[in-house]
């Protein structure tokens, strides 16, 4: 029997430049706060550091602008990455990509690019602190070592103006439920 019928998948890794994506989730975290994710039509590995950042090349209203969002997924899931992005009254971007970008829609993108991220600057203990729509860069590095069971001692403080702005909050219990806290010290 002859496997010429199989056609083989060639997959890419991802390499700083110019990539067309499409949206094929969007997620509602809060009420003015979504994440976008993206897929490429033919595979990609997208290999990024946790808390790098992309630039969405976007047309609104027949002009072309640039925008940088902080890749909020983790590499741990290698053939997509998401954006979270919160709407920002008379933001130009951010009400475009709320109203506008669903499920489908392609755009250019251009990355991964950044400095701040967890893997070049390692440590067995980290602080994480955010707030708001800042929380992105470290949900991603919570993520990959949450994912990948990295031997790390995190503590991970967000802060946010109400109950209802906590983005993320399910999967942070979530993700805190099944993390093994160690035995309290007797003193």
């Given amino acids: 029997m002859s496997n010429s019928f199989l056609n083989p998948v060639t997959t890419q890794t991802w390499a700083n430049g110019r990539h067309i994506v499409r ?13 976008f994710c993206f897929m490429a039509d033919q595979p990609i590995l997208f290999f990024f550091k946790p808390g790098q950042f992309v630039t969405l090349e976007l047309e609104i209203d ?75 860069p470290v949900m991603s590095m919570a ?11 995190m503590v991970f403080i967000h802060s946010a103006r109400s109950p209802k702005d906590i983005i993320y909050h399910r ?7 099944r993390i093994e806290l160690p035995e309290p010290q007797n003193a």
């Fill in 62 to 136: 027949g002009v072309p602008i640039m925008r940088s969002y902080t890749i909020s997924s983790s590499p741990s899931v290698p053939y997509s990455f998401s954006v979270t992005i919160k709407r920002v009254p008379g933001g130009k971007v951010s009400n475009w990509l709320h109203d506008t970008l669903h499920e489908g829609q392609e755009l250019a993108v251009h990355g991964p690019v950044g400095l701040f991220n967890a893997m070049d600057f390692t440590a067995p203990k980290v602080l994480y602190l955010s707030g708001g729509v800042g929380i992105t």
């Fill in 171 to 177: 999967e942070l219990e979530h993700m805190a439920s």
């Fill in 23 to 35: 949206c094929v989730k969007v997620i509602q975290e809060t009420w003015d706060v979504r994440t």
């Fill in 143 to 153: 993520r990959w070592f949450y994912d990948t069971n990295g031997n790390v001692d």
